[in-house]
């Protein structure tokens, strides 16, 4: 495959990269310090004051394929995109790209009804509120889905949920107003994959307890706003379930394809940039009479490192382009792929520049210690490697069914 950028993708490029030189890599600093002191429960002022300046220049929802709320980009064309936006932590917030409210976003667009799109959909595309998205527990092995014990029961008009959540990302943040629920509705049904239902429910309903923030590697605001919350008795009205009972699983899966794809385009970024500090201060510093960069170990590392990225980055194209010419579901053999290969690579390029920078390298002044945190996260997130890996293996047997 040869994926050649189109006149519009190569014009965002550039507006794209002349944004995060004037604005995003000079506020990183502040950035980090605001999530330091300020923590995970507050509003950081410098992503407040950078949104608008992206939305003036229409960087905004680049993310939504094919949609007339996006730039109406395929997978394929967001991709370089989404990688020069994950070059920063500060970055995709700045856009209306970030996890988890790209995931929900696509949700309430494909699977709301028209009310629920408008008193939520609509605040979310416009930046104005934050979401969550409750699919983790802490009781139960939540890389099976199916696991979840969390009850969304019916009661007249209403459904009454009860669950404990945790790794709930965002939740701590004062803007976040709406979370995607996943529970069982029916656990008794036969089909496993059709026991769980999503519900939407607002942040500042009675029964809705955010317990704590929970750390990434002992950061608090950054990388992630992870946290715990606790559903009680929480009533809202049968209006709020999403696509209908049972059909949970399917949403769910829905949402992870791009969710996926597009954490492996902004890892890529995270390995580009912090290959491009590893080369620097490779060159800089000096170690044994010679610059480090001379040290053949160091080269070794850089050029693993080049082709590791370039391996990743070809991988996540291929994945993008099935998605938008044969879909989601026929293309998860590539999205686990990636799943995969995307974060190890990235552990592996960050660690190394780690390695380079020497002690300066664990601590917080040259972005690497939270880029290995992000890094080392995503092979857990959205489904954790062991899990990839057998579906990977599976749908490569399948192939050989009829000759074993």
């Not at 070059?87 to 700045?94: M, T």
């Not at 409750?134 to 092995?141: D, I």
């Not at 890892?267 to 940039?273: N, V």
């Not at 999205?335 to 690579?345: D, L, S």
Request: proline content about 6%; overall charge neutral; glycine content about 8%.
């Amino acid at each position: 495959m040869f994926y050649e950028k189109s006149e519009k993708v190569l014009q965002l490029t550039a507006r794209l990269e002349a944004f995060m030189d004037r604005h995003v890599y000079p506020n990183e600093a502040r950035f980090y310090r605001e999530a330091e002191e300020l923590g995970p429960w507050k509003i950081y002022p410098v992503v407040e004051e950078l949104k608008p300046l992206a939305k003036k220049e229409g960087l905004w929802n680049l993310f939504l394929p094919a949609s007339g709320h996006g730039a109406g980009l395929t997978n394929l064309e967001y991709a370089p995109l989404c990688e020069i936006m994950g070059r920063s932590h500060l970055a995709p917030e700045l856009f209306n790209c970030n996890a988890p409210d790209t995931g929900n976003m696509e949700v309430l667009e494909r699977y709301g009804t028209p009310e629920q799109q408008e008193r939520w959909l609509k605040p979310l595309l416009a930046g104005e509120i934050r979401s969550c998205f409750a699919m983790t527990e802490p009781a139960v092995a939540s890389s099976d889905a199916t696991n979840i014990e969390s009850s969304i029961v019916r009661d007249g008009n209403e459904y009454v949920i009860n669950g404990h959540k945790w790794y709930t990302t965002n939740a701590t943040d004062p803007r976040c107003k709406i979370c995607i629920f996943m529970g069982k509705t029916d656990p008794a049904n036969p089909d496993r994959h059709r026991q769980q239902s999503m519900i939407l429910v607002p942040m500042d309903t009675p029964g809705v307890t955010v317990t704590r923030a929970l750390p990434v590697f002992g950061y608090y605001g950054v990388p992630d706003r992870a946290s715990e919350v606790l559903f009680k008795n929480v009533r809202v009205p049968v209006s709020n379930m999403l696509l209908g009972e049972g059909r949970g699983f399917e949403i769910a899966q829905g949402r992870l394809g791009p969710g996926r794809i597009h954490h492996c385009m902004r890892l890529i970024g995270l390995a580009e940039r912090s290959l491009e500090r590893m080369c620097i201060r490779a060159s800089s510093r000096v170690a044994f009479g010679k610059p480090i960069a001379e040290q053949t170990v160091t080269q070794e590392r850089i050029a693993e490192a080049r082709i590791m990225i370039e391996q990743a980055r070809l991988l996540t194209l291929n994945a993008a382009y099935k998605m938008d010419t044969v879909g989601n579901k026929a293309a998860r053999m590539e999205i686990a792929m990636i799943k995969v290969a995307v974060p190890n690579m990235a552990c592996q390029v960050i660690d190394w520049a780690m390695q380079a920078h020497g002690g300066g390298g664990t601590s917080n002044d040259f972005g690497l210690a939270t880029a290995y945190a992000t890094a080392r996260l995503l092979r857990l997130a959205d489904g954790p490697d062991e899990v990839h890996r057998n579906q990977i293996a599976r749908l490569e047997l399948k192939k050989y069914s009829n000759r074993a």
